[in-house]
């Protein structure tokens, strides 16, 4: 995936399951066209893709682009900035599950360059961002919630911590 930036993203199977479905990945990023980092990811699911890997991708780290992911249109590979350093990070696909939706592993980048998960991270392993806001360094989530409902949590980054701010239900329209 060439992106706006110096990185360049390249996801290959290194496994697949008894079913014949990836289980085990390379993310290859490449840097002024040079194996910069390779990283080994394992999905918790993947869903079905052809052959090709033709995994769908979106980057909202450049101009401010409105998102438009959620929980029945969604991408695989999606680079932003999620800890507004100002530095590119990415999300890919962790599992796909009815209708919570598409749930992703988190990478970030450090001052080197070097893209390295995060457990603390309150997304991590769970849905993508409908907002972030850079100015007031906050994540909103949206997501359904039962049959009938849909939950909103806004999560804001404080000294380098992460603070649920809010979260309400409501009726789904």
Same mark, same amino acid.
């Given at each position: 995936?060439?992106?706006?930036?110096?990185?360049?993203?390249?996801?290959?199977?290194?496994? !697949?399951?008894?079913?014949?479905?990836?289980?085990?990945?390379?993310?290859?990023?490449?840097?002024?066209?040079?194996?910069?980092?390779?990283?080994?990811?394992?999905?918790?699911?993947?869903?079905?893709? +052809?052959?090709?890997?033709?995994?769908?991708?979106?980057?909202?780290?450049?101009?401010?682009?409105?998102?438009?992911?959620?929980?029945? $249109?969604? $991408?695989?590979?999606?680079?932003?900035?999620?800890?507004?350093?100002?530095?590119?990070?990415?999300?890919?696909?962790?599992?796909?599950?009815?209708?919570?939706?598409?749930?992703?592993?988190?990478?970030?980048?450090?001052? +080197? @360059?070097?893209?390295?998960?995060? +457990?603390?991270?309150?997304?991590?392993? @769970?849905?993508?961002?409908?907002?972030?806001?850079?100015?007031? !360094?906050?994540?909103?989530?949206?997501?359904?919630?039962?049959?009938?409902?849909?939950?909103?949590?806004?999560?804001?980054?404080?000294?380098?911590?992460?603070?649920?701010?809010?979260?309400?239900?409501?009726?789904?329209?």
């Amino acid at each position: 995936m060439n992106n706006l930036d110096e990185f360049n993203f390249f996801i290959s199977v290194l496994e !697949k399951d008894q079913n014949n479905r990836p289980s085990s990945f390379k993310i290859e990023i490449i840097k002024n066209s040079k194996n910069f980092q390779n990283i080994t990811y394992n999905p918790s699911a993947w869903p079905v893709i +052809k052959d090709s890997l033709a995994l769908t991708r979106a980057n909202y780290f450049a101009n401010d682009t409105i998102i438009n992911d959620g929980v029945e $249109h969604f $991408h695989d590979f999606i680079i932003a900035d999620f800890n507004f350093d100002g530095l590119e990070d990415f999300a890919i696909l962790y599992d796909f599950g009815g209708n919570g939706g598409p749930s992703y592993s988190y990478f970030f980048q450090n001052e +080197k @360059g070097e893209f390295l998960s995060n +457990k603390e991270f309150p997304l991590n392993e @769970g849905p993508f961002p409908k907002i972030i806001n850079k100015a007031d !360094k906050t994540l909103v989530i949206k997501r359904p919630k039962g049959c009938c409902k849909t939950n909103t949590t806004v999560f804001q980054l404080q000294k380098n911590n992460w603070k649920i701010i809010s979260t309400t239900d409501e009726a789904m329209e």
